[in-house]
């Protein structure tokens, strides 16, 4: 079983990091991973792209065309990439900067990943965090336990307890979007 | 030259060397040899890398740990042998177009890092082995094959930009001065740091006939008469100095800190 | 023990080459290698080795045949535009046969070209882009553990056959991060060293082999073995001699030293290749899409295999020429306008045919991409 994760938005919002962890998380529990980016240009104030696969087989292709789930954290990562997936697809959508996705026929989630981390932890910064506890607990690609782990060996020392709140807060985010589903 | 050095220190049988007659390579090379044999350095500590040119065949004759490598890279290929073997007395020979055009980046940033290294520069004022073409050393209004009416460029003073860049030894001889050439020599290789001589050498065959600097004799006559003790030189006025050039030991600092030293410190501390 | 790692292609090469015993390593950053040089720098000094960020591409190969010299393994890493500045040196580095890896994160060229994307257009740069008639060893990985191990086997084999050795890889592997399963220990591992003289210093010549091996042992500087190095034709006793028959000698051992060993230094590796009637060859990042299209196709019946060459020059000759007996058609998918393939179709005399599917347009072809390729190929020559 193969899922493909897209995450897409502004350099500087932590994705690729955000991709690391995914793709780490997933070894953990016993998965096959693999991490893609877009480098140069694209990577700098432009948009931003990480890419995942996760699968139980050997992965070869390690770039993802039609994305599982695709995860837009600006309108222009939206426009750009929302046309890759197809029905099947989930688009997770921060409501903070995403208006319109058109294109895809996708089922839409949208979130306030950008304010969540705000509120809960005092920064944006930790939208990348919230954003992975909401993709995780939409999609239950990996376990909690182990992202939680991927989560704590990556970030800097001093800050694991608000990256612990930031994922719990993007679970309950995923939480309260499947009760009003 | 005693005979007993050069049985000790020239490799039998590759002699005669490429040298035309006339020239000063063998000067500076014998300059070399007394000053590595004054220091009393075991032939298998010493390593002599050159570039290519004339005076880059020096490494062939000699019989220490030798390498006649590629143009203008001698001091990037000594470099990363010291820093293998930093124990290792590193000599570098080099022409002045092999080590201030085409090496010219490796001479400033090798002066920079303050690697213990000892370059002699043979000085001949043009590219001698492929027949009299300018270098950057070469004296404004020269002759040369590629500059048929004259040079319009300046020259480098090569001891003046290896001290600018960082080196903390400099010192300039030539081949008439041999006694303090050898001094010099043995002085730079002393020294814990990045050092320079710039051995004057004449080259009759391709510089001096095309700049009419008559016979061999003549050119030494001339490295005697436009050279200057560096404490008088000190005291002259610009006027003076005018076409000439300062001989002697023109710079020593001990204050900076020899690179492969630094990088044990590194070592130190990645290790900690 | 092994630690279950998620890691780029390029740290897997850092740690590879620690794991050889690398301990010398000087060059330049550039995109997308610089991965290799942050990496090295921080490793090297906690296992007492020394990195050297030189002043630009030339001084790091530079310094890493002159620390080769000094008896260390050492080793630069570079993209396009700095393996050619890098060539000159490589040429000095195979006459006077000092060992070096050199790896080449492949970039879009020429020129700057696209710094940042996947492409394979050094391939004949790594064959023949130094100057005059040389041999060469290249290998290319296709994934990151491969990395890991490809840089190790690069150093042995540039230790055993005492000349340079090229890491050709390609942004696809260099960037990817994958699972690795990493030795907690690196001293188990075996390490290549080259050959040392034994015997009396005043014997020793340094490009005689007597061993019957064409390669002879090396005496680091500084032990005692007092030798000459010359970028010059030389004979065995590594002095320049220019006459017609040294000249021959040289050229004729060189190439000799490796080709008399094609079977210990080409590796090539197969994917459902046992009844296929299309072999598809390809290798680095371009092999990653070749494994699933192939899937792809053999899940519409269409019997397609893999040929990787693990080792990209010498040229897998003999195993082409094999495979060429026994398929009906071969594909060459490479990311350039086409390289590789002109050696393919040497190889193959015209015994079956040889198409291309060159991609050069900054992205990697999808397996669906290639199984187009494929399926093209099967409707042509190839499936009759």
Known sequence: MKKTFRFSGTGGQGLITAGIILAEAGLLDGQNAVQSQSYGPEARGGSSKAEVILADEPIHFARVTRPDTLLVMSQEAADKFA????????????????????GSGARRVDLPITRTANEACGKTLFANIVALGAVAGLTQCVSKEALKKAVLDRVPKGTEAANEKALEAGYTLAEKARQSA | MKEALVEKYFRPGRLPHIWCPGCGNGIVTAAMVQAIDREGLAKDDVALISGIGCSSRVSGYLDFNTANTVHGRALAIATGLKMARPSLTVLVASGDGDCSAIGGNHLIHAARRNIDLTLIVFNNNIYGMTGGQYSPLTPQGSRATTAPYQTIEPAFDITALARAAGATFTARATTYHTPLLTDLIAKAIRHKGFSIVEAVTACPTNYGRQNKMGNPGQMMEWQKDHAVMKAKWDTMTEDERAGKFPIGLLSERTDAVEYTAAYDEIIRRAQA | ????????????????????????????PITPSTEIAEGMAKRLPQVGGKFMQTEDEIAGIAAVTGASLGGVIAMTATSGPGFSLKQEMLGFACSAEIPCLVVDVQRVGPSTGQPTSPSQGDVMQTRWGTHGDHWIIALSPASVPECFDLTRRAVALSETYRCPVILLMDEVVGHLRERIDLPDNYDDLPVVRRKVPAGAPEDYLAYQAKDGSLVAPMAPFGSGYRWHVTGLVHDETGFPKGTPAATVAQQDRLRKKLTDHLDDIVT??????????????????????????????RAKGIRAGLFRPVTIWPFAEKE????????????????????????????VQGRVPVLAYSKYDNESATPEDLLAEIENAMKGGAGK
């Open chain 1, 83 to 102: 046309r890759d997936c197809g029905p099947e697809s989930l688009v997770i959508t921060d409501s903070l900067f995403v208006q319109r996705v058109e």
């Open chain 3, 1 to 28: 023990m092994a630690r279950v790692l998620l890691m780029q292609g390029n740290q897997a090469v850092v740690e590879g080459a620690i794991a050889a015993g690398v301990r010398f390593y000087g060059g330049y």
């Open chain 3, 268 to 297: 090539v590796e197969e994917y459902r290749l046992d009844d296929a009637e299309l072999a598809i060859v390809a290798f680095g990042g371009a092999a990653r899409t070749a494994y699933d299209a192939i899937d792809l196709a």
């Open chain 3, 320 to 347: 082409i020429r094999a495979l060429a007996a026994k398929v009906r058609g071969i594909l060459v998918h490479e990311l350039n306008c086409g390289q590789y393939v002109r050696e393919v179709e040497r190889a």
